[in-house]
């Protein structure tokens, strides 16, 4: 009997801890007790029990609850950031790539400069003058600080391919740019692009709960893990299921999409030697 490949195991591993967290952020609330969600002074930082699994914070509130409203919020902006950042990535690579000339010029201009920008003046300038921080605007910030990378990447894979048999066909077809880009270019970096959208939740999770508890994100009233953590912190040491709850939800999500991107990516690797 054939044993499973590392890569096998791990892509498995990844995502089902993904699926088992994505499905509890997202079926948890409806299925916990109402009278839970509200603010109660009678059980303000009451320790993990039967009625709160893992306790109470400083207002009353479930601490469960919250984590997963929490999750579902750092998912949601970890989720269409990375997909933001891997499309805006591909597109410009591509294009760059393929088209080159002024063009290409021009967008990898635009891309050394991003990246020698430092990304507390890119936070500063877009999110300082903000009183309140929506989902949608830390979706364009962590997009805006996260493609330039594997943009470079996709273009130097673009040249590589431009010469390609399938790309000149095309050509000689007189197929359109937009048309030769969508159909013979981009499929051929799926892998790369996968692995860039999957790695790229990891980092805009953690960007976002990194904003946050600094201020510069998600604020209260809204919840995200970065919030919960940030109000957490000060009663890390007196009631620290507040702070550790948040936390491992936190390092739960981050470590299922890291997994999932290292099976990626044996799995890519191994499909290339092969």
């Known amino acids: 009997m054939n044993r499973p ?5 791990l892509i498995g591993t990844g995502i089902g801890v993904l699926t088992l967290i994505t499905a509890t952020a997202l079926l948890g609330p409806a299925l916990l007790d109402g009278d839970q969600a509200g603010q109660r ?10 009625t709160n699994p893992l306790g109470t914070a400083r207002l009353g509130e479930d601490v469960l609850l919250l984590c997963l409203q929490g999750l579902q919020k750092s998912l949601l902006i970890g989720c269409v950031a990375a997909v933001v950042t891997t499309a805006l990535a591909a597109l410009v690579g591509t294009v760059a790539g393929y088209l080159g000339g002024v063009l290409d010029r021009l967008l990898m201009t635009v891309v050394d400069v991003l990246l020698v920008l430092p990304p507390v003046l890119l936070l500063a300038v877009v999110l300082g ?3 309140q921080i929506n989902w949608l605007i830390m979706v364009a910030v962590l997009a805006l600080q996260g ?7 996709v273009r130097a894979r673009t040249l590589s391919l431009r010469t390609a048999d399938v790309v000149r066909s095309a050509e000689y077809s007189g197929a359109s740019p937009a048309r030769i880009i969508w159909w013979h270019l981009l499929p051929q970096m799926l892998p790369l692009l996968t692995i860039d959208l999957v790695l790229n ?3 805009a999770v953690l960007s976002e709960a990194g904003l946050s508890y600094f201020g510069f994100g998600i604020l209260p009233p809204e919840v995200s893990l970065g919030t919960l953590i940030a ?5 890390a040491l007196t009631y620290p ?3 550790l709850a948040p936390v491992g939800c936190l390092m739960t999500l981050v470590l299922g999409t890291a997994v999932l ?13 092969a």
């Open 261 to 273: 991107g290292e099976g990626l990516r044996l799995r890519t690797e191994g499909a290339a030697t």
């Open 147 to 153: 493609w330039m990378l594997t943009g470079r990447v």
């Open 231 to 235: 109000t957490g912190t000060a009663s």
């Open 201 to 203: 939740v990891t980092g």
């Open 129 to 131: 003058p903000a009183e």
């Open 5 to 9: 490949s590392a890569s096998t195991v």
């Open 41 to 50: 002074l009678d059980r303000i930082h009451r320790p993990p029990d039967a």
């Open 241 to 243: 299921w507040v702070f």
